[in-house]
């Protein structure tokens, strides 16, 4: 079994819906969770982080932790053409730490019509 | 503009030709990392640094070598490249390692025949 799971769609949605991303995973040792966007031929960057479980939104999107049930949402509001990209959770366990790891989910596609 | 930069970003090879692919980044930070991206499988990490001649492996390291003789390179070397290393492969950099924010290169997709 994979440590994170991410459905890798693709998700097509119409302009103007609320977008929802989700992941699982399954070491209980994480507290530090991440969301990456990755746009075509192009080098993921972040675009969210969280610390433990909880809520916390930057402009259209909500990024939400739920540790009870090892599952983590991504929430974009108002979905734009622009926002049409792969986007890839990722997690650790640790802050810093010199054998600092972050596993990364397999990315979902996400599609925005116009 | 702060960017972390990749050499090739495109690479068709053959089976046991050694390559490099390089990577720079100006923001001056500490810490580097190699990961290849597969479908279904997500970004892997493959070697990491924290500092100049710190490296240390991924979770993916067999068949490659780093090296970290000066803070802003941290190149990537095939010694003897074979077809299941075709990937898309990523550099990253970030300030101090951890969940610091990485900063990722462009990729650089090779093909090994």
């Known amino acids: 079994q994979k440590e994170v799971e991410q459905d890798p769609g693709p998700l097509s949605v119409p302009e103007g819906a609320i977008v929802s991303l989700n992941c699982t995973y399954s070491n209980s040792a994480f507290q530090y969770f991440m969301w990456y966007r990755q746009y075509s031929r192009k080098g993921p960057e972040l675009l969210m982080y969280?610390?433990?479980?909880g809520n916390k939104e930057d402009g259209r999107f909500t990024a939400q932790v739920d540790k009870s049930s090892k599952y983590i949402s991504l929430f974009i509001r108002d979905s734009q053409p622009s926002d049409s990209a792969t986007y890839l959770c990722a997690m650790s366990a640790e802050l810093y730490s010199s054998a600092s790891k972050i596993i990364f989910g397999s990315g979902t596609r996400l599609s925005i019509r116009p | 503009e702060a960017q972390v930069t990749q050499n090739p970003r495109y690479l068709i090879t053959v089976t046991g030709k050694k390559l490099t692919v390089t990577c720079s980044q100006n923001?001056?930070?500490?810490?580097m990392s190699w990961y290849r991206q597969d479908p279904g499988l997500g970004l892997r990490q493959i070697y990491y640094s924290m500092n100049v001649e710190v490296t240390d492996k991924g979770d993916v390291p067999e068949g490659y070598k780093v090296s970290r003789k000066e803070k802003r390179n941290f190149p990537l070397i095939l010694e003897s490249p074979s077809p299941n290393q075709t990937s898309l492969y990523f550099c990253?950099?970030?300030?101090?390692?951890?969940?610091?924010?990485?900063?990722f290169g462009p990729g650089t997709r090779l093909t090994v025949l």
């Open positions: 990253a950099s970030s300030l101090v390692g951890g969940v610091d924010t990485q900063y």
């Open positions: 923001m001056n930070h500490e810490y």
């Open positions: 969280t610390y433990s479980s």
